[in-house]
């Protein structure tokens, strides 16, 4: 397509309406939105006009006719994002989803199964790792223990991380002048870790310490919510898409939309884009293990366990589906999240939360990891080449499906 036709009024006038119906959604449920930095006029409308579900419903339909006869990148990506919109406007006026049918309606992307055996395998191999006597999830846990960063030393902890994040990122993507971000620390949420975009390159990240924050989370709440993960992609969004062409679409992040999928898989890709697994190992057991006051010497087996816990991921997004459709009692989906998942009972507990009140949202982080890695290492295959397939995968309109070709 011509540079033109990215340009043309219908698009923007499309964009202008999408932003205003996602508002409008963010009357209906208050995490809606997860970030806006639009006109303060078009937040104002939203709140008078009270628009109703239905009403929404029927504007979502004329701005996709709008985008029928358009094949761009900009006008494919607006049209996935607003069938998200009517989606989750049914959700909210009570139809029930399955969790493939949401997740494919709200994220683009469905997750595989694997029943219990597949993950009863990857327990086996932990089992071996970790002898001793107790169950798996008891002696994983026993470890884990030694390991909880305490909480008068986590400021100092999670800045370090966050500093090698950035330090790291600078190397291959360059950010605007007085990008930044506040650290705070909070109790009673569902997630251990959120980043809330501000606009203007700022950026306020959350860290709960409602349960122990392990060591290893440093790195990867660091490089996930900061450098190079929200912060950043919100960053280029702002200053490319926004600021750059004018693609007011950008200026608004409704949280159920493929748009997380992106977010969250990019985020948690540039965990293991930022570090090798040996790069990591050393930083963690020469910087972060002395300013936690820890053991370095633990750190190389700890390594080799996260290493194998990953590849549990999957089950997360079993156990939810399950859990979510009621194949699963409360009672069971925790006993699968200590002695499959083997977190730990009140990160458990925690985990159940998560999936009452997101559903599918669990997808996007090991899905979308591993959607995005695959897209990225197809585009080259040295580091630098890494760096600026991911770059440019966060600061131009994507769809997760498109992902896949």
Known sequence: MSNNDSHSPSLAGVAERYVKLVLAMGQHDASYVDAYYGPPAWQQE??????????????????????????SLRALNLRKQL??????????????????????????????HHGRAYYEALVAAIDSLLP?????????????????IPADKLRAVMDAAIRAGRERTLQYIALPEGEDFVLEFVTDK????????????????????????????????????????????NVLLERDLVRGKGWMEYCIYPLYSPQSLIAEGTANYGIE???????????????????????PALAPRYAQLNALLAKLGYADNDIARQ????????????????????????KSAQRLQFYDAMGAYVINY??????????????????????AAFRELMSSPRVPSALLE
């Not at 959700?91 to 997750?111: H, I, K, N, P």
């Open 46 to 71: 939203a709140v008078e006009q009270q628009l109703s579900l239905s009403d929404i419903k029927a504007a979502t339909d004329k701005a996709l006719a709008l985008l029928a006869d358009d094949a």
């Open 83 to 112: 069938q998200a919109v009517l989606a989750k406007a049914e959700m909210l006026q009570g139809t029930r989803l399955d969790f493939d049918t949401e997740s494919a309606r709200l994220y683009d992307a469905v997750a595989p």
């Open 132 to 148: 001793g006597d107790g169950t798996v999830s008891e002696r994983v846990n026993a470890l884990r223990a030694q390991l909880a």
């Open 190 to 233: 569902p997630w251990s870790g959120y980043n809330w975009y501000k606009g203007n390159y700022q950026s306020v990240i959350q860290i709960n310490t409602d349960l122990p924050v392990y060591i290893d989370r440093a790195v990867d709440l660091g490089c996930h919510e900061a450098y190079p993960g929200h912060h950043v992609y």
């Open 323 to 346: 859990y979510l459709e009621g194949s699963l009692s409360r009672e069971e989906a925790l006993e699968w999240l200590v002695n499959v998942r083997l977190y730990p009972a009140e």
């Open 366 to 387: 090991n899905l979308g990891q591993d959607m995005a890695k695959a897209y990225v290492e197809r585009q080259g295959a040295t580091r630098a080449a890494h760096w």
């Open 273 to 295: 884009l930022s570090f090798t697994e040996a790069e990591r190992l050393a930083f963690e057991q020469q910087v972060l293990y002395p300013l936690a006051g820890l053991d």
